[in-house]
T-cell receptor, first 114, second 117 residues
Framework: NAGVTQTPKFQVLKTGQSMTLQCAQD?????MSWYRQDPGMGLRLIHY???????DQGEVPNGYNVSRSTTEDFPLRLLSAAPSQTSVYFC?????????????FGPGTRLTVT | AQKITQTQPGMFVQEKEAVTLDCTYD???????LFWYKQPSSGEMIFLIY??????QNATEGRYSLNFQKARKSANLVISASQLGDSAMYFC??????????????FGTGTSLTVIP
């Protein structure tokens, strides 16, 4: 198993550009989520999904869209990048929603918006 | 209001000694879960331990134990017999039942632990 994979590892965007951060898992996990990690602020939940076709907002959803058309993939779309979205983004997955705390994290994507 | 508070930005511990990392939480949901993650300098997040709000006993996983005091709303992590490899950031987190599908997660700001040889 490759586990949770994220692409790209690094990305630089200009203000106003859009892009999609990719996340995939090959463990047939129900639960997937996206976090951002900013210095001194810990991780904050952006969006999550409890299964294909079901998504919900986390703590900081503004400026981001998600969809879950398959169990394996959970892309995060930045609609119009802003410098405030400079952060490290982590995708995570868990086998069952009931055990969503046992999340496997991807390696992260470091995004800089200039 | 902060959902998860970690008041120790940095901690030092002598190798082989025990250390307690503090965590307090805030929720009005009667059903919630508390857990700890470790983030080494390499950046990956590693799940350590989980405590459910209805669990009667404190959770333990090897050298990790969670000191759960419900009335005080605290969920401190105790690491026994510290090893050099324990040097990392440690995050306390909580899941409560808010949101349409009841899976909101909140993380604290983290505690940086350094184990001294």
């Amino acid at each position: 198993n490759a586990g949770v994979t994220q692409t790209p590892k690094f990305q630089v965007l200009k203000t106003g550009q859009s892009m999609t951060l990719q996340c995939a898992q090959d463990m047939n996990h129900e639960y997937m989520s996206w976090y951002r990690q900013d210095p001194g602020m810990g991780l904050r939940l952006i969006h999550y999904s409890v299964g294909a076709g079901i998504t919900d907002q986390g703590e900081v959803p503004n400026g981001y869209n998600v969809s879950r058309s398959t169990t394996e993939d959970f892309p995060l779309r930045l609609l119009s990048a802003a410098p405030s979205q400079t952060s490290v983004y982590f995708c995570a997955s868990s086998y069952r929603v009931a055990k969503a705390y046992e999340q496997y994290f991807g390696p992260g994507t470091r995004l800089t918006v200039t | 209001a902060q959902k998860i508070t970690q008041t120790q930005p940095g901690m030092f511990v002598q190798e082989k000694e025990a250390v307690t990392l503090d965590c307090t939480y805030d929720t009005s949901d009667p059903s919630y879960g508390l857990f700890w993650y470790k983030q080494p300098s390499s950046g990956e997040m590693i799940f350590l331990i989980y405590q459910g709000s209805y669990d009667q006993q404190n959770a333990t996983e090897g050298r990790y134990s969670l000191n759960f005091q419900k009335a005080r709303k605290s969920a401190n992590l105790v690491i026994s017999a510290s090893q050099l490899g324990d040097s990392a950031m440690y995050f306390c987190a909580m899941r409560d039942g808010r949101g349409n599908t009841g899976n909101q997660f909140y993380f604290g700001t983290g505690t940086s632990l350094t184990v001294i040889p």
